[in-house]
């Protein structure tokens, strides 16, 4: 069975980092489109950061240049590095994964099949 399982989120002030990671398994993974999407109440569900197998990543431009997408060795866990933190990215951030999708639908969250279950950032200012 699937399972991705989130961490790493909490409280920072505005300026912070925060390193979060999801840890899958029953699958094999380093074939896997891996995200992290993040949804804040009221708002929908929008893609911040995504990676395929072959490296390649994907950003929302409200991150570029403050957060990374990581995984080792094309496989688990998987990691987004957020530093600069602001207020506005505050959200429950949940890590998605699927087996194959094109690199311009990467931050479209229903090409994903698998979800976790969210961890929580909240940044003050």
């Known amino acids: 069975q699937v399972q991705l399982v989130e961490s790493g989120g909490g409280s920072v002030q505005a300026g912070g980092s925060l390193r979060l990671s999801c840890a899958a398994s029953?699958?094999?993974?380093?074939?896997?489109?891996m995200a992290w999407f993040r949804q804040s109440p009221g708002k929908e569900r929008e893609g911040v950061a995504a990676?395929?197998?072959?490296?390649?990543?994907s950003y929302a431009e409200s991150v570029k240049g403050r957060f990374t997408i990581s995984r080792v060795n094309a496989g688990t866990p998987l990691y987004l590095q957020m530093n600069s933190l602001k207020p506005e990215d505050t959200a429950m951030y949940y890590c998605?994964?699927?087996?194959?999708?094109?690199?311009?639908?990467?931050?479209?969250?229903?090409?994903?099949?698998?979800w976790g279950q969210g961890t929580q950032v909240t940044v003050s200012a």
């Open positions: 990676i395929r197998s072959d490296g390649s990543t």
């Open positions: 998605a994964a699927d087996p194959w999708i094109a690199r311009s639908l990467l931050l479209q969250q229903r090409q994903y099949k698998f």
């Open positions: 029953g699958y094999t993974f380093s074939t896997y489109s």
